[in-house]
């Protein structure tokens, strides 16, 4: 019928494509100026050969579609030309569109209470997002324009993770539709199908790379045809996965596992050795907005997205990452006691405030912190990422300037210690942390727990941070394993050595206390707030045979390899008692020093010695007490001098702890032996105590008394109590006074 052409008309807007919709039943009319026609044109007829399954006819009610197809006379040009092919009309390509498999909506199964983070012990993180550990299965589940066909539809996910995802570098993951799964790989397989619906589980190696991840889903429904790909518009996280065997972060115990991952408050210890003082802490590593800091801390380092699956690197950034020192990192260190730009070190009791404060301002540093402000915040930050990690206070705590594996005190020739060659020194207390993992990159036996240290004290390769050090390898001195194991050998187990300067110029080694450092290593117990003494785990029994061997052998590996070739014979020994809790603020300081002759002969001495204010960290900030002491034994004696300090001389003079050392040195006329002895001790501040007023109930304001007894003979003003309350209050101040 030449000069006709086809046009369609359907009320329901659902058009036919060849090939892709199912048998539709059609209802033909042929109109003509004046009369009507039952025939077939050409243009049916190159429908009909094209998709003869469109066209023929049959029962089926499934798409049961019923158009009506004009063909209208139009002016008949001649020679009349072919008929065209037609073209998808917008109904056609909708059509076309639907019948291709494509995702509607992915529902990632993220709340706190479902399976998946129930499962991955991810509940208590704050939000809804889908928190996941690796080495282990979770369920999404995606919703089809069509049900799936196993047989014709294809699947499969796309993660990516870091600013430009390789499929090499393990941070673009395409996963697999598989029928069973296998671990430690990636794959998914459908586990529930209920029409348009279904689920899968989707397994992870458990040497994924951490961090945030993007998701993709990818289907199509037979071989040749476009892809059509879904963008979910949530991310995923995964985490280091502690309880599963095959991470390298993997923990045994369970109840070692609630206390080193999912614990948020702690205790971190500090003062002396003879005054420990105990410190609460929130962790905080659940609270709203410090997942996303730690995932930025992360991104901030520049360390490659695919160097993120290995705990080792992670950690190591991590003790970088928490000092500001040289890559802008969360915490400047600050120990001169001038903190008016900032918050003062003690002054902060939690992480929370640290890490919001850090992420909020697009990682400018924050002022200021200490030493355990600093193993706070790493103990949050590791814990938060899934690492178990414990904040760990060394009392006595060496810090060796110059690789020599010993704490050097110089003398002159009149036994005056010679201040600026002094660089060595002993903090009263200093805190880092143990982190838990296996070391695959030492020989074995030197996995479990790991010290890495984010205070700013020397740089590794060229960058201030510290460790992760084998705490096996610190303790059986093989300092030759990485990471800075010869720097925490010598904040545990390092002899002092006195050195004696000569008349030419040179120095002779004159005394060796073997027991000076490395005293009372404390960490939160598992379960309870009571204090628990590892050093066990850092050092042999102080004087052992076991102790001496490692001593020695991390030696030979230090700057000064034959310290250990001349011993010195000792009869006469002296010793610093500190009676009960120690001196009090506002009172003269008392101590007791105890002078034993150990041999059947009479000794003579005299003694000097001198008290000076020191920071914690064990630098002098001047001395504010000398004196000579002349000392006369029997044999066998032992004699008890009565040292004080009135409270006169340091009041004016002391800095944040409230801390000072004695020093006390001298020679032993009949023998030459060199008596010497250095002691730390704090003056106790008052505690506070804090008393509920009234029920606490939730969700209405509750009061609390906090006492506090000024210790001083004066008024004090401008008193500042920093209060936090973890789930309950921010962190603010109340000024008194």
């Not at 997002?129 to 995606?142: A, K, V, W, Y």
């Not at 010195?568 to 610093?576: F, G, N, P």
Request: aromatic share 8%.
């Amino acid at each position: 019928m030449p000069g006709e052409r086809l046009t369609v008309r359907d009320t329901s807007e659902v058009g036919r494509f060849p090939g892709a919709a199912p048998p539709t039943r059609v209802e033909l009319t042929i109109q003509k100026e004046g009369e009507k026609k039952e025939e077939e044109g050409g243009c049916r007829r190159w429908f009909r050969k094209m998709c003869p399954c469109c066209c023929k006819r049959q029962n089926s009610t499934t798409y049961d579609v019923t158009d009506k197809v004009e063909l209208v006379k139009t002016p008949a040009p001649a020679p009349a030309p072919e008929p065209a092919k037609p073209k998808p009309e917008n109904g056609e390509a909708k059509e076309m569109e639907e019948m291709k498999l494509s995702v509607r909506s992915v529902d990632l199964l993220s709340s706190k209470t479902g399976q998946n983070r129930q499962e991955h012990h991810t509940d208590l993180y704050h939000g809804d997002e889908l928190i996941i550990r690796r080495g282990q299965t979770f369920q999404i589940e995606l919703e089809l324009n069509k049900p799936f066909n196993a047989n014709t539809d294809k699947l499969h996910l796309d993660l990516k993770t870091g600013p430009l995802p390789m499929v090499s570098k393990g941070t673009h993951v395409i996963i697999p539709l598989v029928d069973d799964l296998q671990d430690e790989r990636w794959e998914a397989k459908i586990v529930e199908q209920n029409g348009n619906k279904i689920k899968l589980s989707i397994n992870s190696p458990a040497s994924a790379v951490i961090g945030l991840y993007g998701l993709m889903v990818t289907t199509s429904s037979s071989k040749g045809e476009e892809a059509n790909t879904y963008n979910s518009n949530k991310n995923i996280v995964m985490l280091f996965n502690p309880w599963c065997e095959e991470d390298t972060v993997f923990m045994d115990e369970e109840e070692e596992r609630k206390e080193y991952v999912l614990n948020d408050t702690g205790r971190i210890y500090y003062g002396t050795e003879k005054q420990i003082g105990a410190r609460t802490w929130n962790f905080g590593q659940f609270h709203e907005g410090i997942l996303e800091a730690c995932l930025f801390i992360l991104e901030k380092s520049d360390m490659p997205a695919s160097g993120r699956g290995d705990s080792v690197n992670v950690v190591r950034v991590i003790s970088a990452m928490i000092n500001a020192q040289d890559d802008f990192g969360v915490l400047v260190g600050n120990w001169s006691g001038n903190y008016s730009d900032g918050v003062s070190p003690g002054a902060w009791s939690s992480s929370v405030e640290i890490l919001r404060k850090y992420h909020s301002s697009n990682g400018t540093p924050v002022s200021y912190g200490q030493c355990w402000v600093f193993s706070g915040v790493t103990t949050t930050v590791l814990r938060c990422l899934g690492i178990p990690a414990r904040s760990v206070t060394n009392f006595q705590s060496a810090h060796d300037t110059d690789v020599s594996l010993t704490t050097d005190v110089y003398l002159d020739e009149n036994m005056e210690p010679i201040d600026y060659l002094n660089s060595d020194s002993v903090w009263n207390f200093h805190v880092w942390n143990d982190c838990w993992m296996a070391r695959p990159d030492l020989p074995p036996g030197h996995g479990g727990w790991q010290a890495v240290d984010s205070t700013p004290q020397e740089t590794s390769q060229g960058t201030f941070r510290c460790g992760p050090a084998s705490v096996s390898a610190i303790r059986s001195g093989q300092v030759y394993l990485k990471h800075d194991t010869p720097f925490v050998f010598a904040e545990v187990n390092s002899d002092k050595i006195y050195w004696q300067k000569n008349l030419d110029g040179t120095f002779r080694q004159i005394y060796n206390e073997k027991k000076a450092v490395g005293h009372f290593i404390s960490t939160k117990a598992v379960g309870s707030d009571e204090r628990a003494d590892i050093t066990h785990l850092y050092k042999h029994q102080e004087g052992s045979e076991e102790e001496r061997f490692a001593v020695e052998t991390a030696s030979r590996y230090g700057s000064k390899p034959d310290v250990y070739s001349s011993p010195v014979a000792e009869d006469v020994c002296i010793e610093v008692k500190v009676e009960g809790e120690g001196p009090r603020m506002g009172a003269d300081a008392q101590l007791t020093i105890l002078v034993k002759n150990l041999s059947s002969h009479p000794r003579r001495t005299t003694l000097h010695s001198q008290v000076a204010v020191i920071y914690y960290t064990g630098v002098l900030k001047g001395t504010i007490k000398k004196e000579l002491m002349p000392v006369e034994l029997l044999p066998n004696e032992e004699k008890t001098i009565e040292w004080v300090l009135p409270y006169q001389q340091y009041q004016n003079q002391l800095v944040d702890q409230a801390a000072l050392m004695l020093t006390l040195s001298g020679r032993v006329s009949e023998t030459q032996q060199v008596l010497a002895n250095q002691t730390t001790f704090r003056l106790r501040t008052p505690d506070l105590s804090i008393t509920p007023l009234g029920d606490a109930v939730v969700g209405k304001e509750t009061a609390a008394k906090i006492i506090f007894t000024n210790p001083l003979p004066r008024t004090l003003k401008g008193v500042v109590f920093r209060v936090e309350g973890l789930g309950l209050q921010k962190g603010h101040e109340v000024v008194v006074g």
